[in-house]
């Protein structure tokens, strides 16, 4: 084995153990907000995603999930997504819960009556008190770089994290739904 081989090696072991130790941690310590989340999810008229940088691309991806339940998902920025309103919410992720747009949005949301589920390391942020629904995740910020919440660069963790909670959301309901995986794949895109 090389050198290269033997460092990739333990990265990958590093950032599983990182993940892996994150996520047994919200599944521990944050289980009625999530099972809130959840809950919002399927009884909202219209969900709105909302994140910036890479958490919003893994909340894009969460958006696709949701969509092939068969859920009205709009990700905030497409030149297609309709005004928010009350009966809707906003799924924002933001690391800080401090980006401006994103609290700006948020506020803009809870002004039009639409609810507001949040994720973020910071449970106190001006994002989660705008928030109906605060899921914490115990990672770094992205201008933490101590390395002692996170070996990895930025808010690589929160984003893996944003990413995987998105995925468990959609299993959860998808289980829930009792959809069948080709009742899914019907929505599947076919203009690719």
Do not use: C
């Amino acid at each position: 084995m090389t050198t290269t081989q033997t460092a990739a090696a333990a990265a990958v072991d590093r950032l599983s153990d990182e993940v892996g130790r994150t996520l047994a941690d919200i599944a521990s310590s944050q289980d009625e907000p999530f099972a809130r989340l959840a809950d919002s999810v399927v009884s909202a008229r219209r969900v709105f995603v909302l994140g910036a940088g890479r958490s919003g691309l893994a909340l894009r991806m969460t958006a696709m999930r949701l969509m092939h339940l068969g859920l009205a998902v709009h990700v905030v920025g497409e030149t297609t997504t309709p005004a928010i309103a009350s009966g809707d919410l906003l799924l924002a992720a933001s690391g800080s819960g401090t980006t401006g747009g994103i609290v700006r949005s948020a506020t803009t949301a809870r002004d039009a009556g639409a609810a507001i589920a949040a994720i973020t390391t910071d449970p106190s942020s001006p994002l989660a008190e705008l928030a109906d629904i605060v899921v914490r995740v115990p990672a770094a910020g992205k201008l933490d770089r101590s390395g002692s919440a996170s070996a990895q660069y930025a808010g690589s963790l929160f984003e893996q994290t944003v990413v995987l909670l998105g995925d468990a959301l959609f299993h959860g309901l998808w289980q829930r739904g009792g959809a069948s995986a080709d009742d899914l794949w019907r929505r599947h895109a076919n203009l690719e």
